[in-house]
């Protein structure tokens, strides 16, 4: 009887250690589905300098949040008037996003900043945790660090990734490494 009972102990344990494990892995989901990365769209995804130019880092950077687990939500200053052209560009350049936050066209005279952290503001106020925020306009950067989110300009994105692109060849140690057995070293990645 001793026996029944260490094994019934035993499977019991067996259980809840599966359970634990599962309600584990359902709040890592729950959490990557509410951890938001936020992008801006005009200059930050799209350069100004050309009507099609992607900025090709801040796509890459987006790109990998996205394959972290993150769900990138962009939001515009854009009226929703030019959803469709924005929804067109992005699909076009393959940039994924799990929602695109337009401003309402009855909104047009409200200042951008204060539009695009009232969206964020909704966005954490439904349970989602803002990351960082990708933007370039001072002004808006201004207007969300003062509410409190880490912004990132799209220069520093880009300048991060071109270090990480030439470390990512390998750094010569010396002079020596050259002439001799052409040994050369990985640089440190910058992420």
């Known amino acids: 009887d ?17 359970d634990a494990d ?3 892995d359902a709040d890592a989901e729950a959490e990557a589905k509410h951890h938001l990365v936020i992008s801006d769209f005009d200059g930050t995804i799209k350069n100004e300098d050309e009507a099609e ?6 796509a890459r950077h987006l790109a990998k949040m996205e394959k972290s ?21 992005l699909e076009k350049h393959n940039v994924k996003h799990h ?20 969206a964020v503001k909704h966005l954490e106020s439904e349970g989602h945790h803002i990351g960082h ?3 370039n306009d001072k002004a808006c950067t201004e207007a969300y660090t ?21 470390n ?11 002439k001799g057995d052409g040994k050369r070293h990985k640089g440190r990645h910058v992420a």
């Open 2 to 18: 001793e026996e029944d009972e260490d094994e019934e102990d035993e499977e019991t344990e067996a259980e809840a250690d599966a």
């Open 22 to 24: 599962a309600d584990a």
């Open 53 to 58: 130019s992607l900025n090709k880092s801040t």
């Open 69 to 89: 687990g993150r769900k990138i939500h962009i939001v515009t200053g854009r009226p929703e008037s030019d959803r469709a052209e924005v929804s067109h560009y």
């Open 99 to 118: 929602a695109l936050h337009m401003k309402p066209d009855a909104d047009a005279k409200v200042p951008t900043p204060k539009y695009k952290v009232d």
């Open 133 to 135: 925020i990708v933007e």
């Open 146 to 166: 003062e509410a409190g989110w880490h912004c990132v300009h799209p220069d520093t994105i880009k300048r991060m990734d071109a270090e990480s692109d030439a």
């Open 168 to 178: 990512e060849g390998g750094v010569d140690t010396d002079e020596e490494g050259k």
